[in-house]
């Protein structure tokens, strides 16, 4: 593998940064991932990233690409993805197929998501970068975060609160919201796993933390990138408020 398909991706597959982020994990020297491309008259059309936990993430241009991709990982038992995520013009092929493979119930849960990227500082923000004296309260943030959204948030404490990538906002003493920078990729910095205090929402806390992430990250990174559930109108109205703009959908389904 080389850089180019780092490359290709960061050219034109904009919906879902983790396969871009995953090549450059496989770049930098990480083992246990396994790498599949497309070809079609010597140009790329799709790369396929298998990684550590049977995470699959998939990026292609057209059918004859996705399908022969998805070909690619196996077809049943610990071979078979957990979880695969892509785009949403992926998704039209891909769904399809993994339906007619493994039948009506090979797909256990999905979300349909729009990508959003901002590029405009905002005023607004409030907030600051967690500190080692935050650990109690963010592994509280971590098991309510997991509980509510029924999926599991991986957090090396230690690494995290030795950089400027978690931030909190405090009320009265406490912390009662929380949001990660998560990773870079070529032309982005990647956020997630917002989540606010339920006793302390509709307050504002929300977007005046993500304001504060967002004008942070925009100091030292052209434009910040975030996923979002397409029905979570909450959520998207926020994120609208702070200058973020649709740039695709994208698409999460968890396997059978």
């Known amino acids: ?58 990026q292609a241009d057209d059918e004859t690409a996705v399908i022969s991709l998805a070909r690619s990982v196996g077809g049943a038992g ?58 109690e309260a963010l592994e509280r943030y971590q098991l309510a975060y997991e509980a509510e959204r029924g999926t599991s948030l991986t957090a090396d404490w230690n690494t995290l609160l030795s950089l400027p990538s978690v931030a909190v906002l405090e009320n009265d003493g406490r912390v009662v919201a929380a949001v990660r920078r998560t990773a870079d990729t070529t032309n982005y910095a990647t956020v997630a796993n917002i989540w606010t205090d339920p006793a302390c929402r509709r307050q504002g806390f929300a977007v005046r933390l993500m304001a504060f992430l967002v004008d942070a990250i925009l100091a030292d990174r052209p434009a910040v990138h975030i996923l979002v559930d397409q029905d979570n109108m909450a959520a998207i109205a926020l994120y609208r408020s702070l200058g973020f703009k649709e740039v695709g959908r994208a698409y999460m389904a968890y396997l059978a």
């Open 1 to 58: 593998m080389d850089a180019s398909l780092v490359e290709w991706l960061a050219n034109g597959a904009h919906e879902v940064l983790g396969t871009e982020l995953t090549l450059r994990a496989v770049l930098a020297g990480a083992t246990g991932w396994r790498v599949d491309t497309a070809v079609v008259d010597g140009g790329l059309t799709g790369v396929s990233v298998w990684a550590p936990g049977r995470q699959w993430y998939l």
């Open 78 to 135: 610990k071979d078979w993805p957990a979880k695969v995520t892509t785009s949403a013009a992926v998704k039209m092929s891909l769904r399809p197929w993994l339906v007619a493979l493994r039948g009506s119930g090979s797909i256990a849960r999905e979300h349909d998501l729009l990508a959003m990227v901002c590029r405009t500082p905002s005023a607004r923000g409030d907030g600051r970068w967690a500190t080692p004296a935050d650990r």
